[in-house]
């Protein structure tokens, strides 16, 4: 005795590569998801009156890969106008820089401040 086949889509009258009922054929569209960038963050480093320039110039080496010229480009401006852009990062990334550079400060007893904004 053999067992009856389950019907297919092909066997209806409907299925694939057949006009529907009503004599339309339809497509089936997908809509994609578009990516959408994270918010990025600047760090900024601020002047004070007790850092010495050349521990500055260190924290943006050791901290933000910076060669000794940008490095101390970049320390003249904090020194100068205030406060500098020493990088822009993705949140995580841009909160563990400041935490590291006031961890460093603090254990090497300085007063440099960092911080993060959104941009």
Known sequence: MT???PPLMTDRP??????????NTGVVTKTRSRTQRPPMYKV???NDDYTPMEFVVHVLERFFGMNHAQAFDIMLTVHK???AVVGVFSFEIAETKVAQVMDFA???QHPLQCTLEKE
Do not use: S
């Open 44 to 46: 900024m480093l601020l």
């Open 14 to 23: 409907d299925g694939p590569g057949n006009d529907g009922p009503d004599g």
């Open 106 to 108: 603090r254990r090497h």
């Open 3 to 5: 067992m009856p086949r």
């Open 81 to 83: 106008r205030g406060l």
